[in-house]
């Protein structure tokens, strides 16, 4: 599809704009320079972002006197996107504001594309991934893979938990503990837990999530603000309902935000999300994304295999022999199928 051409008046106002958003910056960036100039502003040191807020962001203070404090801060002109978890250099100003003067290197960084198909970064910093999925909305297994393939392509170690545990039934049990058979199967960590159930709910996911730094996923409605808040006991965060119509969940948690284990450990609540589009990714990298597959890749008889009805393919031999399920490979060839596709779901 080609670009639609701007007339002259829409290219004026997007000139005018972008003049506006200049100049704003600049004035910000002529006011931040004289604080610092006028002495305003303490030392430099380490923080943690906690929270964004379009252009201001809470920061935690890492070190010194004011450890543990929060402050709402400024970002310099000339620092790229920060987001949840970053770690950065920064320096208090008054009445508990301050100035981001540096990001430091990230570990990971979890990125999502938007409606346009542009990566949006979502959080850093981040070193396990829990997949929180439930009875209502139905789960399924390609959305869970479509997370578990993100989170291989990331590097950040996945768990994939079940929430809503009193909502098993005689009707959906073999279908639930199916699947969750076949994600352990795989080697995956599978959880299973009620965030209704406080005690059961700690117990289950304290042990995994201390001493890391965490970000639930999954779709809107599947509980992950509920479950935070039953670890956390924090009532601030607003728990949405199922919409009866569409029985998919309601978004709730409005900007990513990060909280303290009590075991230790970090936890980020990510705004909800349907389904993850994987479209940036190549069909390379989306093989390596089925981990059961990575031991026959490479190993088919023509360089350019698509893993279909060709002579000599190893997957499609490895699939024949038990080795990859059914299951997983439809997923894989449902996910192929759509990594052009130019929006969200």
């Not at 709402?72 to 770690?87: F, H, K, P, Q, S």
């Not at 542009?118 to 070193?127: E, F, G, M």
Request: hydrophobic content about 35%; glycine content about 8%.
């Amino acid at each position: 599809m080609s670009k639609r051409k701007l007339n002259r008046r829409q290219k004026w106002r997007i000139e005018k704009i972008q003049a506006e958003k200049t100049a704003r910056a600049e004035k910000k960036q002529r006011k931040l320079d004289e604080q610092v100039l006028g002495g305003e502003l303490g030392a430099e040191q380490r923080g943690l972002i906690i929270a964004h807020f379009g252009q201001t962001l809470d920061v935690e203070a890492l070190e010194g006197e004011t450890k543990g404090e929060i402050y709402r801060c400024y970002v310099r002109a000339n620092i790229d996107a920060l987001v949840t978890g970053d770690e950065v250099i920064w320096r208090p100003g008054a009445d508990n504001s301050g100035v981001i003067e540096a990001r430091l290197e990230r570990s990971t960084l979890l990125q999502r594309p938007d409606n346009y198909g542009q990566l949006k970064p979502v959080a850093s910093n981040i070193d396990r991934i829990l997949i929180v999925v439930a009875l209502e909305p139905t789960p399924f297994a390609n959305l869970i893979d479509r997370y578990l393939v993100a989170a291989e392509t990331t590097g950040i170690e996945p768990a994939i938990l079940f929430n809503k545990s009193d909502l098993i039934t005689d009707d959906n049990r073999d279908f639930i503990h199916g699947l969750m058979d076949t994600y352990k199967a795989l080697g995956y960590e599978v959880l299973l837990t009620s965030a209704n159930d406080q005690q059961d709910c700690s117990e289950t996911l304290l042990s995994w999530l201390s001493n890391h730094t965490s970000v639930f996923v999954g779709q809107s409605g599947v509980g992950k603000s509920s479950l935070i808040r039953t670890i956390l006991g924090d009532q601030s965060i607003r728990v949405g309902e199922l919409s009866e119509n569409t029985r998919k969940g309601t978004h709730t948690t409005t900007t990513a935000k990060l909280f303290h284990l009590p075991q230790g450990g970090r936890l980020v609540d990510s705004p909800g999300i349907r389904e993850f589009g994987l479209w940036h990714i190549t069909e390379a990298e989306l093989l390596e994304g089925f981990k059961e597959f990575r031991p026959f890749i490479g190993y088919c008889k023509f360089r350019d295999c698509k893993h279909e009805q060709e002579p000599g393919c190893a997957i499609q031999q490895a699939l024949e022999e038990g080795k990859i399920s059914e299951t997983r490979m439809q997923s894989y060839r449902h996910i192929l199928s759509t990594l052009d596709d130019i929006e969200t779901h």
